[in-house]
Structure formats: C-alpha cells, structure tokens
C-alpha cells in the first residue's frame, strides 16, 4: 500500500486469464513519469522462470523496454504501436522516459513464472538515467551489493 511521501511509481492491471501452460494472460502496466536519484521510473523486473518470451505494444507516453541476459543488454525504445520482444533467458524491465503515463499491454505464456529474485542478484546491467537534454541514457550499472535490491 502506498503511503504518504511514498508515490505509486507503477501499476498492473492483469487479466484473469490462469496462469497455466496453454494460457496466454495478458496485462497493461502503467509506469507515472518521473525520476528518482537522476534515474527514470522502471519496474521492478524480472526473469520468468521458465524459458518463455513475451510480447509487449506500446499503449500510450514513450519509454524503453531493457532486456539483460547477464551478459548483455538491448534496450528497445517503446511509442504507441511499438512492439517489443523478450526472448526465452532475458530479464526485463520497462521505464517510463517521457513527461507522461507510460502504458503497454504484455502478453505471455500462462506457464512463463515471475522471478524477481534473479534481478535483485544479478541486476539489469545498465540504470536508465535522464540525460541533460531530458533524453534517456544508459548508464553501465555492475551487479548490485548482495543484500541490496
Ligand atoms: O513484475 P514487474 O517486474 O514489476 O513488472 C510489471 C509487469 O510487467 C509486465 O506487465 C509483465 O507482463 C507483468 O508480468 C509484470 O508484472
């Protein structure tokens, strides 16, 4: 629950639609616009637990999608009828880079699995900053301090 000086960054709004193999469940995330320490408002993101990919279109606002494999990162700028592609292995998280809402409907396989915890240990490889002219910019960030999220 968000609490006073504890502004929603973020919302999901999932369908209900089981999240079992077959199913393909749906969800429209709404990113608010702002920064935090110079950085853009992301979702937390996450790995699935199982080798699936997902789909996202670009809804409403501009903002990315960054993808890491633990490697690498590839980072997809996202517009309304932008279509992003998460292959099976890379975790992801979107940012919102522009001045308003950013919203974008996923599209998954019901058995794909959310795991957060890979992102909290191995992070996402880069933190998406706003640059002077108000432009994102990726800035390479190693992998957290354990503990840390
Ligand atoms: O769960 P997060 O990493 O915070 O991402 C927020 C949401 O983004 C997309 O909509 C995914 O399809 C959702 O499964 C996810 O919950």
């Known amino acids: 629950m968000a609490?006073?000086?504890?502004?929603?960054?973020?919302?999901?709004?999932?369908?209900?639609?089981?999240?079992?193999?077959?199913?393909?469940?749906?969800?429209?995330?709404?990113?608010?616009?702002g920064t935090i320490g110079g950085e853009f408002h992301f979702t937390r993101g996450h790995m699935h637990t199982r080798a699936?990919?997902?789909?996202?279109?670009?809804?409403?606002?501009?903002?990315?999608?960054?993808?890491?494999?633990?490697?690498?990162?590839?980072?997809?700028?996202?517009?309304?009828?932008?279509i992003g592609y998460i292959p099976p292995g890379w975790a992801h998280r979107?940012?919102?880079?522009?001045?308003?809402?950013?919203?974008?409907l996923a599209v998954y396989p019901g058995d794909a699995g959310h795991d957060h915890a890979w992102v909290a240990e191995n992070g996402m490889g880069h933190r998406v900053m706003r640059g002077a002219s108000g432009e994102p910019e990726l800035a390479p960030f190693p992998r957290p301090a354990a503990g840390s999220r």
């Open 52 to 82: 699936r990919g997902e789909v996202y279109l670009g809804l409403t606002g501009t903002g990315g999608l960054l993808t890491f494999d633990g490697r690498r990162a590839v980072w997809v700028a996202m517009a309304p009828g932008t």
């Open 3 to 33: 609490e006073a000086g504890d502004p929603v960054v973020y919302e999901v709004v999932s369908s209900r639609v089981p999240e079992t193999s077959g199913e393909l469940p749906q969800s429209v995330t709404t990113i608010h616009p």
């Open 94 to 104: 979107s940012v919102n880079t522009g001045d308003e809402p950013y919203r974008f």
